[in-house]
């Protein structure tokens, strides 16, 4: 196996940990440490019994068997290795006794077996998105060190992390960063423990660390964006006009339609995969044939797709036009995964999704109807513009937020504005249909927003696009910003609002404000 040296990160990208920045980046756990010290004689590193440190990760298993982030097929084990290689050589004072587990279950049976010989502290990291496996691990009391592998355990490190934030956990500090010298620093702040520190002086100095190697806000001027935004009188006017499809059912059930039409006017229409996959069947497939070689045409590179699976899309983009015709709507979010794995049909919706988006129709993934009603709103409001429904990971190592997703628009601007490139790709969780990574536009204002009709609010934050990842781990689309405000407020709604945030280009602050005045509903500013 593998075995990779200092200079990597957890991402497996380079990240020199010289002894300058190292010492640099562990100020706040010295500081920590002289001041906890005992008065009398000094312990001597060679008297020291090394603090024993328990590493656990969130997984399903080594080797991924089931289509999930960071994909199926990954191979967590040369991943591991590095870690406990790196944490190991960079922490000699330090004894690491790693395990797995995938759940409470296996998490609680591991916890028990340390009675016997109690660790020091815990390391969680979180490998895959859901596996609940720290709560099992901060319910000890112990110091607990909470770590995203990133575009792998994001979802589930966002959500959890910030449901301990609410619940305001004493021994829990966490750090999502792509840069190993992070995760590094963080873990020497144990060392505050062992010199007579207290669990809340370890989460102080870990918050304090990554606050102190999280780089400051960069420039934020941004290029010009002659966005013409509706009144909100009309806003709401259109907005009555729309209609929603929902396939395969939606997330919040008959209660949330219903608020969605009483607060907005937008009707939800359920319907089930049935009627899909019959308009999928009966979708002409010449048209289908000519609509994939346009996409392919107009693809800057075309990778792992047959001719085959991405005909198989077009028909079901043909199968999407034809319901919204049908029912009289103008948006249509479709359970894709459940619909896909569970075999109730047979391509994936992400290509006719991007194509719906750059008409100025909507197409939106997992059946998330509040996603849904919030491209609506964003789609009225800026005459066309499109949403960009994401799963974000934040990263603290480069001040941003990466927006990932398998389904973009490449027309960011309106179907009646510039292209920018985008390439064809399998689904990245498991690997299969064709999806897309669109490369959108750096420089400009973006704003992120999710409406929740049923609590009258609206959750509000901006960044400025700066490029586009390309990482293979988690869905093809990453578009990466950096947040207008304070990246550490952005972790604390996950739990209350869900993994997803819809993103549109263009300054929408005045504009989402007026609405929710005219609502009588709430903005929270998550930055």
């Not at 991402?11 to 010290?37: D, E, P």
Request: hydrophobic residues 40%; proline residues 5%.
């Amino acid at each position: 196996m593998k075995m990779l040296n200092l200079r990597e990160s957890v991402s497996g990208c380079g990240c020199c940990l010289s002894r300058r920045r190292f010492l640099a980046s562990c100020a706040a756990c010295a500081a920590g440490a002289a001041i906890s010290q005992p008065m009398g004689r000094k312990i001597l590193a060679s008297e020291a019994k090394p603090m024993r440190i328990r590493i656990l990760y969130a997984l399903h298993g080594p080797v991924q068997e089931v289509p999930d982030w960071p994909n199926i097929g990954f191979d967590f084990r040369p991943v591991m290795e590095r870690i406990e290689k790196t944490l190991k050589g960079a922490c000699p004072n330090m004894e690491f006794v790693s395990a797995m587990a995938n759940g409470p279950e296996a998490a609680a049976k591991i916890v028990e077996e340390d009675k016997a010989n109690p660790p020091d502290g815990y390391i969680v990291y979180q490998m895959n998105c859901w596996n609940r496996v720290v709560q099992t691990v901060a319910d000890t009391g112990k110091p607990v060190l909470y770590l995203d592998f990133q575009f792998a355990g994001s979802g589930g490190f966002l959500v959890y992390t910030a449901a301990f934030l609410r619940q305001n956990r004493p021994n829990v500090a966490f750090v999502g960063s792509s840069n190993m010298e992070d995760h590094v620093a963080a873990v020497k702040c144990f060392e505050i423990i062992k010199s007579g520190g207290s669990v809340a002086d370890f989460v102080a100095a870990v918050s304090k660390t990554r606050k102190d190697r999280t780089p400051a806000p960069g420039d934020m001027t941004c290029k010009p964006d002659e966005l013409k935004c509706l009144s909100v009188e009309e806003t709401l006017r259109q907005l009555r006009e729309k209609k929603i499809l929902a396939v395969g059912g939606g997330w919040g059930g008959p209660r949330f339609f219903e608020a969605i039409q009483k607060e907005l006017g937008v009707p939800v229409i359920s319907i089930g995969f049935e009627e899909l996959n019959e308009a999928w069947k009966q979708a002409d497939k010449d048209q289908a044939k000519e609509i994939a070689q346009g996409w392919k045409k107009s693809a800057a590179a075309v990778m792992d797709v047959s001719d085959e699976t991405l005909e198989q899309s077009a028909a079901m983009y043909l199968a999407e036009k034809a319901l919204l015709q049908r029912h009289g709507a103008n948006a249509i979010t479709i359970n894709c995964l459940g619909g896909f794995y569970g075999g109730h049909i047979h391509a994936y919706p992400c290509m006719g999704f991007h194509e719906l988006n750059n008409q100025g129709l909507i197409g939106a993934c997992e059946c998330d109807v509040r996603s849904t009603i919030t491209m609506e709103l964003i789609n009225t409001m800026t005459q066309g513009r499109p949403g960009f429904i994401s799963d974000p990971v934040l990263d603290t190592a480069k001040r941003q937020i990466i927006y990932a997703h398998c389904v973009a628009s490449n027309r960011v601007f309106g179907p009646n504005g510039p292209t920018n490139p985008f390439q064809i790709l399998t689904h990245s969780e498991d690997r299969q249909g064709a999806a897309v990574r669109s490369l959108m536009p750096e420089g400009y204002m973006t704003t992120t927003i999710e409406l929740a009709p049923d609590r009258k609010q609206i959750l509000f934050h901006q960044a400025k696009s700066v490029g586009n990842s390309l990482e293979d781990r988690a869905c093809r689309t990453k578009l990466c910003g950096e947040p207008v405000g304070d990246i550490e407020k952005l972790f604390t709604q996950w739990d209350a609002w869900g993994w997803h945030r819809v993103t549109c280009y263009g300054d929408l602050k005045e504009p989402i404000f007026a609405l929710a005045d005219k609502l009588g509903w709430t903005v929270i500013e998550e930055a």
